[in-house]
Structure formats: C-alpha cells, structure tokens
C-alpha cells in the first residue's frame, strides 16, 4: 500500500461538471451562475459540440421572442421581419468581428484556438439572448405605453446595452480567465463590436418602425439615422 | 506547422518561441511570408474596394507585394545594421524577424478586412456627390488602422530584439535603423506601385502611366515648394 498526496486546488472545487448532453435548461442555470465552469470547458476542450449548438439554440430562441417584441410596435410584417433582422444582424456582426477577436486575444497572450474563441462567443451571444429574453416583459408593456418610434428606439437601446454590458463583461473575464493578459486590447474589441452592432441595425433598417421598403441601400451612419427619426417625430 | 498555431504564436511574442524561429530560418521564412501573402491579400482587397472590384484584385496583389518587396529590398543593409549594431544574428534572421513583424502586421490587418468591407459598405458610394467625403473617411480609418497594427507589430519585434541582444539600448537602436530604412525604401515602392485606395478622379489600373516616373521624395519636395509659393 502506498501512500497517495492529493493536491486540490482551491479554484477546482469552484469547477462544477458540466454534462456533454447538458439540457438547455442546464446551460442557461450554468451561464448565469458559474460562468467560470463555462472558461473551465471551454479552456480544457471539455465543452461538447452538443452544447455548442443548444447554446446557438438558446441565442436564436432568445433573439427571436425579442424580435416579436420589437416587431409588435408596427405590426403587420415587422412580426415576420424584425425577429429575423434581429437575428441576422446579431449573427453578421458576430462573424464580421470575430476574426479580429481571434487576433486580439492572441495578442493579449491568451493561448484559445479559433474554437474555443468561438465557443466563447457564442455563449456571450446566449447571455445577451437569455438576459433580452428576460427583459422581454418590460420591453412587452413598455410597447404598448410608447407611442412615439424614438422613445420606443431608446428603450431597446437601454435593454440591449444593459444585456450587452453583463454578456460582454462576461466574455471578458472568460478572455482573462483563460490567459489574456493585455485587458486593453479586449476592451477595444467589445467597443468594436457594439458600435458595429449598432450600424447593422441602422443597416437593416426597419427593424422597429414601418417604412414602405423592407430593406434598403441607402447608406447611413446609425448617429445620422437616429437625429433623422428624431427630427421626423417632432 | 499548422498555420493557425503560427498565427498566434506571432501574436503572442513569447520571445523564447520567436527565437526558436530564428534557428529554423527556412521554415518559418516560409510560412512568414504565406501568412504575409495571405493576410496582405486579404487588407489589399478591403483597401481596393471602394474604388472598383477590379481595384479590390489589384490592390489584393500589391499590398503583400509591396511588403515582401520592402523587407527583400532592405534584407541586406537590416542583416548589416543588425550585426553592426550588436545584435548577434545572421543575414537570414535578420530578413526573418523583420519578416515575422510584417507577417503580424499583415495578420491583423486581415483580421479587420470584414469590418473595413462593412465600412465600405456605408460609405458613400463612388459616383455619388459626396463621394470625396467618402474617400477621406476611408482614407483616414485605414490609416488609423495601420497606424494601430504598425506599433503592435513593432513593439512585438522590439522585444524579440531585446531577448536577442539581451540589452534594450542594442535593441531600441536597431529598430530604429530597420525602421528608417524600411520606411526609406517602403516609401519609394508604395510610391512606384500606387494607387492603392484608388483615387475618385483616375481610372482603375494596375499601375499609374510610368510608374518609375519621378519619386515619393521628389513629389514631398514640390508640394512643399508649390505650398511656399516659389
């Protein structure tokens, strides 16, 4: 018989196992109260591929109830249009700022594969999508109390910054706890990010109001676009 | 290697992984000048855009061009200035860290050539009235850009040369020499392979009529001259 020493360290009894079939239900209770088990999978390569695409789900069933609510302020097609606009502009502006993610990270001195970043993304998407998901209510009765299209404009604007600041901090701790050492350059990517989330919803204009187009090409800047609905309603 | 772990073993500037580049020279030449092609193609391409598609192609093949031809052009005064400076590395090495800085510097680059599209796409259009305005948008923000992965690719050669010298007085003294000298030469041939971004008033070509005609230091002399009034 011989004798065994088991180190443990603190930070492992922190680590909860997450399932390689989680259930949906699983994965939301786990990104929201032990992210760090999430940076734990995802750094180890323990986070399935399974998971990977019911997080995706959770992103698109998320974004699409909160794109109902957005469509209900005009009704008729913008409750066909603005979910899938939603969910478009959320999924282009993720892959058009991915690729300089990779890079930053990998300047930050973190050692993720392509991956692993993307898997991190996705999660931070799900975060917004379940935090959205969760201020649907508000954004439900505050649509029906709105009547002008600014003032209904600034109050998603509140909910998704107040989503995007929990999910984006989210991934930036995930980002330092998985080795980034330059926060700095994190950060510049997460004001990247959301100003180009904030033109591609100026891109696919209408998503909130009712225009006679369902899309145009008309190009503007989404400060531009938003002092001219303003303007409009006065 | 896999081009993936190449990338971000450049981005990270462990400066014991860089140096062990330094000793297996053909290799990593190599694969430092793919990732230059690859990531300079990909900026030359978002750089054109505005312009014409067929400036987007052009531009797409220039960029690394002008790159490759920069670091090739000044490979043998660098190798020099580095071993006169107190560096202790070859001809080659020298040719290959000065080759890994702009392999980095053309990653990035790349890495924001999607988001530099996107801009494109909501600047106002070639043709349309305010066109001009558009021009020096673009202009501008990718000058910021280069700007912003030039120090990140210098600060990242800067510290393999204090690992290789083991003294950052050595090490800030060749950088500046290889800067001077790449900025002298890099100049000159963005001079003789311009357009680049592609001017508004001129049509798409490869290259301007006599490209060897004249010099970026000689144009720089007459604006100031014209600016003066003499």
């Known amino acids: 018989m011989h004798n065994e020493t088991v180190e443990t360290n603190p930070e492992e009894t922190l680590i ?12 939301v209770d786990a990104l929201l109260k032990r992210p760090r088990s999430f940076f734990h999978h995802i750094q180890t390569d323990e986070f399935s591929f399974n998971n990977s695409l019911k997080l995706a789900f959770i992103s698109l069933m998320g974004l699409l109830v909160y794109g109902l ?5 005009s009704g008729n097609i913008q409750w066909v249009a603005s979910p899938i606009k939603i969910i478009v502009g959320t999924v282009l ?49 505050f649509t029906f109390s709105i009547q ?20 984006l901090d989210y991934l930036a701790k995930g980002l330092v706890q998985m080795g980034s050492k330059d926060v700095s350059l994190v950060k510049f ?44 309603s006065r | 290697m896999h081009w993936e772990i190449a990338i971000r073993q450049l981005c990270q500037a462990r400066v014991e992984v860089l140096a062990a580049w330094l000793h297996d020279e053909k290799r990593y030449l190599l694969i430092s000048l793919g990732l230059l092609i690859m990531g300079g193609a990909m900026y030359g391409a978002s750089l054109g855009v505005w312009r014409d598609p067929l400036q987007a192609f052009y531009v797409a093949i220039k960029f690394p061009l002008l790159l490759g031809l920069t670091a090739l052009g000044n490979a043998l005064i660098n190798g020099m200035l580095a071993q006169l400076l107190g560096a202790s590395i070859s001809f080659r090495q020298s040719l290959l860290a000065i080759l890994m800085s702009y392999a980095l510097l053309a990653i990035i680059l790349g890495a924001f050539a999607p988001l530099s599209w996107f801009l494109v796409w909501h600047l106002p259009a070639m043709g349309s009235l305010s066109q001009t305005l558009g021009y020096d948008l673009y202009l501008l923000t990718n000058v910021v850009l280069i ?76 604006i100031v001259i014209n600016y003066m009034g003499a």
Not at chain 1, 99 to 114: E, F, K
Not at chain 2, 170 to 183: D, G
Request: overall charge neutral; glycine content about 6%; proline content about 4%.
């Open chain 1, 69 to 73: 609510i957005i469509g209900s302020f």
């Open chain 1, 16 to 27: 909860h196992k997450l399932s390689q079939y989680a259930t949906v239900m699983q994965l």
């Open chain 2, 147 to 222: 700007i912003f992965a030039g120090l990140i690719a210098n600060s990242q050669l800067y510290r393999l040369l204090v690992y290789i010298c083991q003294d950052a007085l050595k090490a800030k003294q060749i950088l500046i020499a290889w800067l001077i000298v790449n900025l002298f030469l890099g100049a000159q041939l963005s001079w003789n392979l311009r357009p680049f971004f592609g001017s508004p008033h001129l049509v798409v070509k490869f290259l301007r009529d006599n490209p060897f005609d004249g010099s970026f230091y000689e144009a720089i002399f007459y």
């Open chain 1, 148 to 167: 002008t299209l600014p003032f209904m404009g600034l109050i998603h604007l509140i909910l998704w910054l107040g989503s995007l600041y929990f999910s």
């Open chain 1, 189 to 232: 990517w997460l004001v990247i990010f959301i100003i180009t989330l904030l033109q591609m919803s100026t891109t696919l204009r209408p998503i909130l109001g009712q225009e006679e187009y369902l899309l145009t090409t008309e190009k503007k800047f989404f400060l531009h676009h938003w002092f001219e609905s303003l303007d409009k």
């Open chain 1, 93 to 141: 502006t993720a892959l058009l700022c991915y690729p300089s993610l990779y890079i930053l990270v990998a300047l930050s001195g973190a050692d993720l594969r392509p991956a692993q970043i993307g898997i991190l993304l996705i999660s931070s998407i799900a975060l917004t999508a379940i935090l959205l998901l969760g201020f649907a209510p508000v954004a439900f009765i």
